[in-house]
């Protein structure tokens, strides 16, 4: 096979490639994209199937291999037909895509199909997870397995990776159970899509991705799966979409790395924005993650603490450590999110609400709680809660906020509802939300 040398040009392009093993010296083929300054989300397609993907703001090689074992993660087997490369790019200088033919060095019989499932910990309990990390193959610094350490270390029971616009096809072997995710990424938003590996840009052209139009198709495409609407009102990754219906939301990432410069304001408004879905009677839950870029050691510029993966943590109270049950468990909104320890705001009886501390400070700083009731606090404590609430026949919803002594967020938990049915809707689109900030 001849070898291709393409010097990319900005915005979409496609190129064709016509494959006959025959032809071909060595049982794979490298996949090499060097420059400076860019950022890519690159589809292989065959017979309009996505056989490989790429997306990457730095050098990457990736290898497509005859012997799947031998492909890279992202990536299938590499078969005799036409293929077609699909890709977005943005750059300030050269980019440069060699395809050519090389021994691959990977060897992934240790990695297993990221859509395995099975039952980690078979026990009813709380366990604590992220919903928003990422890895080298996108922008991440950490390999799979470096997640994996980290996690580990940070005692989270599961992860899902959502590398950008990109679908791990496999993952390393691993006692934690692994959530498959992609955060489908435009300049109209960011959604974590959880629990397929089925990629939106088989249907969807790539070419389209930064448009409105094309995320408000997806997203009415995605009612009834599993997503969150990610950092909803954070500066540049905002999420745009003025005409999302409301009633397909389900999940809205609240606390995004709290560590990030403009996280905190972020997280304040999401956390308006929120009450007033609730309010008005949309059952939505609140999910935290870390968006986990960096090395462990490293921070962020005027940041105090490291970003790290699992803060915050978001616990799922499960049947057991499985996909399945976790999902329901979602589903059924048993969720609570903070930056430690797990906040349990417990209902006894029809009305009655307890909650306890595990810890008073958090680096440092004094923690209180924040019982929430349609949307005000309705009571302040420091270590401990029991209250008992009287509710007439209206709607009306109950959760709870734990906060610094300086204000800052540290956690929450998600609603208990009361005579749902009596809620009234007023507000129709992600317009009219953002227009009551």
């Not at 096979?1 to 190129?15: A, H, S, Y």
């Not at 943005?90 to 990977?106: C, N, R, T, W």
């Not at 909803?232 to 990030?260: A, C, H, Q, S, W």
């Not at 417990?346 to 400070?361: A, H, V, Y």
Request: with cysteine.
């Amino acid at each position: 096979m001849k070898n291709i040398i393409e010097n990319l040009k900005d915005g979409f392009n496609e190129i064709n490639l016509k494959i006959n093993l025959k032809d071909l010296r060595e049982n794979s083929l490298r996949f090499s994209i060097s420059g400076e300054s860019f950022f890519i989300s690159l589809f292989v397609y065959r017979e309009d199937k996505i056989v490989g993907s790429i997306t990457a703001n730095r050098d990457a090689e990736r290898f497509m291999a005859v012997d799947m074992e031998k492909s890279s993660n992202g990536f299938k087997n590499l078969e005799d037909g036409d293929y077609r490369i699909a890709y977005l790019l943005y750059k300030s200088g050269d980019v440069l895509l060699k395809i050519e033919e090389a021994k691959s060095p990977i060897d992934s019989k240790g990695e297993v199909d990221i859509e395995k499932d099975e039952v980690k910990c078979k026990k009813e309990s709380w366990y604590a997870g992220d919903f928003h990390t990422h890895t080298l193959y996108s922008d991440g610094k950490l390999s799979p397995e470096e997640n994996i350490e980290v996690a580990k270390k940070r005692g989270l029971d599961f992860f899902s990776p959502t590398d950008h616009n990109f679908n791990q096809t496999k993952f390393p072997d691993t006692d934690l159970l692994i959530i498959e995710g992609t955060e489908i990424t435009s300049k109209f938003g960011h959604v974590n899509l959880f629990f397929t590996n089925e990629s939106v840009f088989e249907k969807h052209s790539v070419k389209g991705l930064n448009t409105k139009d094309w995320m408000l198709e997806v997203l009415r495409e995605l009612r009834g799966k599993i997503y969150s609407i990610n950092h909803p009102f954070m500066d540049t990754y905002e999420f745009l979409v003025g005409e999302y219906e409301l009633r397909d939301l389900k999940f809205m990432e609240i606390i995004n790395d709290p560590t990030y410069m403009t996280s905190l304001d972020a997280m304040e408004k999401a956390l308006r924005a929120w009450d007033i879905l609730l309010q008005n009677g949309y059952v939505v839950y609140g999910l935290g993650g870390s968006d986990s870029h960096l090395y462990p050691y490293e921070k962020y510029e005027n940041s105090d603490y490291p970003s790290l993966l699992g803060d915050p943590e978001t616990f799922v109270f499960a049947k057991n450590l499985s996909k399945d049950e976790i999902k329901k468990a979602m589903l059924a909104g048993k969720i609570s999110v903070s930056r430690e320890n797990l906040l349990d705001l417990k209902k006894i009886g029809d009305s009655e609400f307890s909650m306890n501390l595990k810890e008073n400070t958090f680096h440092g700083k004094k923690l209180h709680i924040e019982l929430i009731v349609d949307g005000e606090v309705y009571r302040a404590c420091e270590n401990s809660l029991q209250v008992k609430l009287n509710f007439d026949e209206n709607y009306h919803y109950v959760r709870a906020n734990v906060r610094c002594e300086d204000g800052e967020l540290y956690g929450f938990t998600n609603p208990h509802f009361y005579n749902l049915d009596k809620s009234q809707k007023k507000i129709k689109t992600w317009k009219e939300l953002k227009d009551l900030l």
